[in-house]
């Protein structure tokens, strides 16, 4: 388990575009989700993990860089 596992991620539902909000380790784990909007369950692709995964990756190493540069 990492520090991202615990961050949330917003992925458009499928079927209806609905935003639905999952923990990035949750969907690690079983990568399936359901709407709350039309109640359908979908799978999420692993390229869709891998770059919401990127995303947080990058977002966490500019936090570090900002705060390292405030404690200069």
């Known amino acids: 388990m990492t520090v991202l596992d615990d961050a ?3 992925l ?3 079927h209806c ?3 639905i909000k999952e923990r990035l380790g949750k969907l690690k784990l079983s990568p399936r989700i359901t709407c709350p909007r039309c109640r359908r369950t979908s799978e999420v692709k692993p390229e869709e993990l891998q ?3 990127h995303k947080l990756t990058q977002a966490f ?3 570090q860089q900002s705060l390292a540069r405030l404690g200069r």
């Open 61 to 63: 190493a500019n936090i």
């Open 12 to 14: 458009p539902c499928p």
């Open 51 to 53: 770059r919401a995964t």
């Open 8 to 10: 949330s991620i917003e």
């Open 17 to 19: 575009q609905q935003a």
